[in-house]
């Protein structure tokens, strides 16, 4: 560590050229490629969620498993009928539009965009057209709902964007438009406000200001995390022209490298600025401080890049490609913190140390009492004390671990948006106007001989009204003429309410079974809804092969660190 170290002081305007000919290079290579190629290729394997999303494409009907938004009308003079004239040359002309969409349920009936949809939509008579268009605005005629489901699986983030601008234009003094529902949940991040990444990057640097209160010693943390942001996002950008990776993957790495990035130069700066204290020249002190803080950051990042990497003991795809980009990221904000930040330091010299301690080293009458103050006292209480103190602080531990064994995994939905973005006012609209069930997206998918036999839907569909927790009046079949027919529905409760999961163990466990036991039919629960539980389902069962993965192989590092068991 030393040896890198001195020879990021000898070498250091070659150190920061490298540098910044890196993130020149790796952010020109990624343009060059036309940007990054994000995609959020979420699978289950193993689940009912895949088996579904199989049995639609083998069906032709891909389109199914397309992802959905909802744009949500509010008339605040008259009712939604009076809207019909705005409204619906909107939607026909959304279809010509060529932004992805395949079909539209609304108020006004609905709006097949491609061959499939129309294909579908020619199995349903206008009786049950009509009556799906009804059960789309609440009783009092105030809120409608415009349902959109798109082609594709996970729709180009630009042609959403796209698809909610046209369809705002419609919204006036006298009509409220909002969107809210999956597809759109990236428009609650641009929304306005300031991004989670900067408020994250001005605490730190207040924070660091704190600490050390001079302006170099300040930057210098976040010098070399910038640098790894500005190499780490290229080449995440790159890595997804290789693999899957998911849209959310910047924002993740982001908050990685600012986090370890201002923790490793901590330690690093830290122990530098109490060797000058100690009288060492600045040379001497960065080796020094790189040697010992250095080689705990060496270890602390690998470990964080263990724990990244432990993802893919889940066996879920769609986290494969979100953790090497992150691991990535960490590693490279490891290499800034030992070769940039050192390089940087003796570009700094003293300027590291407030003026008052520049003064004193210079005079070689420097303080030390300081390193006797309360930390010291501290540890020494600590030392005294170690039982008495080490019992408490495990009883802390353990009651804190309690409500890990009663957790519920799943995924929050539009309603813990802010209350100022389009998706969260939208959400408040249907819960105002249909009740909170109707947020949530949930579907029976019937497929066999008794998806095309009415009295078998029949049976069906009153089986599934009498269920405690589903809304009776929103049951709707829909025979997609492919020999699958799709039961839509909505329960009482919101989609992340742990009765709405109860519900859709309870219809997989116990109602539906005996209905297509003994027979060639079956009943499988799909939507949005029913998709997150089979992903907190995987996710609980593979989580203790995370545990083993990362505990073990960071256990054996550990090991290799410290060359002793204990």
């Known amino acids: 560590m030393q040896r890198i170290a001195q020879f990021a002081i000898n070498r250091r305007w070659w150190i920061v050229a490298g540098w910044i000919a890196f993130i020149i290079g790796a952010q020109v290579l990624l343009s060059a490629l036309g940007g990054s190629n994000y995609k959020d290729d979420f699978k289950l394997p193993h689940t009912e969620t895949e088996t579904v999303s199989r049995l639609l494409s083998g069906a032709g009907l891909a389109s199914q498993n397309g992802a959905t938004g909802t744009m949500v009308l509010h008339a605040v003079t008259g009712t939604v009928a009076d809207a019909g004239s705005t409204v619906k040359p909107a939607l026909s002309q959304l279809c010509s539009s060529g932004l992805g969409i395949a079909s539209i349920s609304s108020p006004y009936g609905p709006v097949a965009c491609t061959a499939a949809a129309q294909g579908a939509g020619g199995a349903s008579d206008s009786a049950a057209a009509a009556a799906t268009a009804a059960a789309l605005v609440s009783q009092d005629q105030k809120i409608g709902i415009v349902e959109l489901t798109w082609t594709a699986v996970n729709p180009d983030p630009a042609s959403v964007t796209k698809v909610h601008d046209q369809l705002a234009r419609i919204g006036s003094d006298r009509l409220q ?42 930057l210098l943390p976040l010098a070399s995390a910038v640098a790894a942001m500005g190499s780490g996002l290229a080449l995440i950008g790159l890595l997804s022209h290789i693999m899957s990776v998911a849209s959310f993957a910047n924002q993740l790495a982001l908050l990685m490298i600012l986090g370890v990035g201002v923790d490793y130069a901590l330690f690093i700066v830290t122990r530098h600025r109490r060797n000058l204290l100690r009288g060492m020249s600045v040379e001497e002190s960065i080796a020094v401080a790189i040697n010992t803080s250095g080689r705990a950051v060496l270890f602390a990042g690998t470990t964080v890049c263990i724990a990244l990497l432990g993802l893919w003991a889940l066996g879920v795809s769609f986290l494969y490609g979100v953790s090497l980009g992150t691991a990535i990221g960490v590693a490279l904000t490891m290499l800034a913190s030992l070769t940039l930040l050192p390089a940087l330091l003796s570009f700094l010299g003293l300027k590291v140390l407030p003026r008052k301690q520049r003064r004193a080293v210079r005079a070689g009458v420097v303080d030390m009492s300081q390193h006797h103050g309360f930390w010291y006292r501290w540890s020494r209480l600590v030392e005294g004390n170690r039982i008495v103190l080490g019992l408490i602080a495990a009883v802390v531990l353990v009651i804190l ?6 957790i519920r995994l799943g995924s929050s939905d539009q309603g813990n948006d802010p209350k100022s973005s389009t998706t969260r006012k939208g959400y408040d609209l249907i819960a105002q106007g249909f009740g909170p069930g109707y947020n949530s997206s949930l579907q029976l998918v019937i497929s066999g001989p008794g998806a095309v036999d009415k009295a078998y839907l029949g049976t069906v569909t009153t089986a599934l009204k009498g269920v405690s927790d589903v809304a009776p009046n929103s049951v709707q079949a829909v025979p997609t003429g492919k020999g699958i027919t799709l039961v839509v529905f909505k329960s009482q409760t919101s989609p992340q309410d ?30 949005v809804t029913a998709i997150f539980v089979d992903f907190a389902k995987v996710l609980s069962a593979k989580m203790v092969y995370f545990f083993i993965a990362v505990i073990g192989l960071s256990f054996l590092l550990l090991l290799v660190a410290f060359r002793s068991l204990v």
């Open 177 to 218: 438009v909002e969107f809210t529902g999956n597809a759109f949940q990236a428009l609650a991040a641009n929304s306005g406000g300031i991004p989670p990444e900067l408020i994250g990057f001005i605490a730190a640097l207040l924070i660091l200001f704190v600490v050390f209160r001079t302006v170099g010693a300040t």
């Open 401 to 406: 671990a309690i409500p890990f064994f009663s």
């Open 498 to 527: 742990v009765k709405t999961t109860e519900l859709v163990k309870n219809l997989r466990s116990n109602v539906l079974p005996p209905l297509y036991a003994g027979s060639q039919n079956h009943i499988y629960v799909y939507g």
